[in-house]
C-alpha cells in the first residue's frame, strides 16, 4: 500500500489549507487513515485520524479547527486545515493501517503504511 500526501504549502495566520492523501488500496474504507505532524526540532506529533468505522479523534491542539475526512471513491483521505496558526507549521504525514482499533488511532506505532511528508508553512 502507498500513500501520496499532497497540499502543503504557504498561508498566512489565520487561513485555510486541505491536506490529501491518495491511498493505493482496493477501499480506503478498510483503513484507519490519520495525519501526524512534526514541526522544526521537535518530535512527531498525533494530529486527527479517522477509523475504519468513520470514527474520528484529534489533538486537543487542532480540535475546532481541522477536520479528517474521505472519499471512498476517490480513495483519498482529506485534513481540512481552518483558522491556521504560526505553531501548526509542521511537515504533515499521512499514516493508514487495516488494523487500527478505535481508541489507538493517535498511536504511531498502530501504522505500517506511512506517506512522505508535506510542508505546511504559517507566518503571522
Known amino acids: 500500500v502507498q500513500l501520496q500526501a499532497s497540499g502543503g504549502g504557504l498561508v498566512q495566520a489565520g487561513g485555510s489549507l486541505r491536506l490529501s492523501c491518495a491511498v493505493s488500496?482496493?477501499?480506503?474504507?478498510?483503513?484507519?487513515v490519520a495525519w501526524f505532524r512534526q514541526a522544526p526540532g521537535e518530535g512527531r506529533t498525533f494530529v486527527a485520524g479517522m477509523h475504519r468505522s468513520g470514527g474520528t479523534t484529534y489533538s486537543n491542539s487542532v480540535k475546532g479547527r481541522f477536520t479528517i475526512s474521505r472519499d471512498s471513491a476517490k480513495n483519498t483521505g482529506y485534513l481540512q486545515m481552518n483558522s491556521l496558526r504560526p505553531e501548526d507549521t509542521a511537515v504533515y504525514y499521512c499514516?493508514?493501517?487495516?488494523?487500527?482499533?478505535?481508541?489507538?488511532?493517535?498511536?504511531?506505532?498502530?501504522?505500517?503504511?506511512w506517506g512522505r511528508g508535506t510542508l505546511v508553512t504559517v507566518f503571522s
Open positions: 488500496a482496493r477501499r480506503i474504507s478498510a483503513y484507519a
Open positions: 499514516a493508514a493501517d487495516t488494523s487500527v482499533i478505535l481508541s489507538n488511532l493517535a498511536s504511531q506505532a498502530a501504522y505500517s503504511y
